[in-house]
């Protein structure tokens, strides 16, 4: 069974400061999503990495996907109370008929304080 | 029209009655899925249906039964369920990518259910 550790499990956080979500396991992804769930709503997806090593940035959200393709982090830079929301990753198998079956992390839970 | 729409938003039913989720999704994807969300663990993928056939079934008890009459539509029957089972219940579709692994998941705002 494929495990998503996620930590910190809960964060709360002066407006304005930086912070990051790790995303480890010891099993290797052919790719990993990075979904932000704000409360009543559903998850959307944010980011997908697919090499190992790979960084995308979207404003003030970096993600890295580790090298061996086990492991990614979630960094934010002046966060704001807009980030605010539930943060999961989930790591894909990838190929055959492993479509769907994503394993997901048990989330991080942001608060951005104003 | 939003992406995915699941209705009832919210939910509250007795141990022994019967009662439906439903998703409708506006996208034009081919796979659908029912996912579980509780406090505290992981997303549980329930069912997975690509192209209206159910490909995975993850081992849910028997009180839970999918239906998908068109790939646009996903139902989710509910019969004697337990309040364990009390959860955010959240549909999802994506475009299936064949021997390609899981492309984008769009959510459903998902239906809140409590059993009493």
């Known amino acids: 069974t494929q495990l998503l550790e996620q930590s910190p499990q809960f964060l709360s956080i002066q407006e304005g400061e930086n912070l990051t979500v790790y995303c480890n396991s010891s099993?290797?992804?052919?790719?990993l999503q990075w979904y932000r769930q704000e409360p009543g709503e559903g998850p959307v997806l944010l980011v997908t990495?697919?090499?190992?090593?790979e960084v995308k940035k979207l404003k003030r959200l970096t993600f890295q996907f580790g090298d061996a393709r086990k492991d990614s982090s979630l960094h934010i830079t002046a966060a704001q109370p807009g980030d605010t929301g539930l943060y999961l990753c989930?790591?894909?198998?990838?190929?055959?008929?492993?479509?769907?079956?994503?394993?997901f992390g048990q989330g991080t839970i942001l608060t951005v304080h104003p | 029209e939003t992406g995915v729409t699941q209705t009832p938003r919210h939910l509250v039913m007795g141990m022994t009655n019967k009662k439906s989720l439903k998703c409708e999704q506006h996208l034009g994807h081919n796979a659908m899925y029912w996912y579980k969300q509780s406090a505290k663990k992981p997303l549980e993928l329930m069912f997975v249906?690509?192209?209206?056939?159910?490909?995975e079934n993850n081992s849910v008890p028997s009180r839970f039964s999918p239906e998908c009459p068109n790939s646009s539509h996903l139902f989710l029957h509910l019969h004697t369920l337990q309040p364990e089972d009390s959860a955010l219940y959240l549909c999802a579709s994506s475009q299936d990518r064949r021997g390609m692994g899981t492309g984008e998941l769009f959510f459903g705002e998902g239906s809140r259910l409590t059993v009493l």
């Open positions: 989930a790591g894909d198998s990838g190929g055959g008929t492993s479509y769907g079956k994503l394993t």
């Open positions: 099993s290797v992804f052919s790719s």
């Open positions: 249906y690509n192209f209206k056939e159910q490909t």
């Open positions: 990495v697919v090499t190992g090593g």
